[in-house]
């Protein structure tokens, strides 16, 4: 017997329509930005968050958390990157046990390539929507994603 549920709370209707929305923009840039420069849209986080660092590079556990990632499922979207030429490993001068994953020169022309593709992407998706309705929706995404 199968029970369906005609109501639920504001809540987890939210939570459930941003797992799909979520699914559904994946698919777009992952789509896209493969087509035109060989990256998925989780490679593209990462590049986009080393290369919005000053120096260009983080520490694995570090950049996990800015993705909201584990450590090894970062390490699964790094190998690939790594082996491509986009990023690649250094290690900590006073820590043997450390080690970055920083942004090459490669790398950095493909971000800035990527960048301009995905911003078009994004305003694909998401339309002529205000501004101060997407600025609501990024504050309340903020406060989900800091869990």
């Given amino acids: 017997m199968t029970t369906q549920l005609n109501s639920i709370a504001p809540g987890l209707e939210f939570c459930l329509r941003l797992a799909k929305a979520h699914a559904a923009v994946v698919r777009r840039f992952d789509r896209r930005l493969g087509a035109f420069h060989g990256i998925g849209f989780g490679d593209f986080v990462v590049l986009w968050h080393l290369g919005n660092e000053p120096q260009g ?19 699964r979207i790094l190998i690939p990157l790594e082996k491509i030429g986009l990023v690649a490993r250094q290690p900590d001068p006073r820590d043997a046990r450390v080690s970055y994953a920083a942004l090459t020169a490669a790398g950095r022309r493909i971000l800035k390539e990527s960048v301009e593709t995905a911003e078009l992407i994004a305003q694909d998706a998401i339309g002529a929507d205000p501004v101060p309705r997407l600025a609501a929706a990024s504050e309340v995404l903020a406060r989900l994603g800091s869990s």
């Fill in 57 to 75: 590079k983080l520490r694995g556990v570090d950049l996990a958390e800015k993705v909201g990632l584990t450590a090894s499922a970062v390490t």
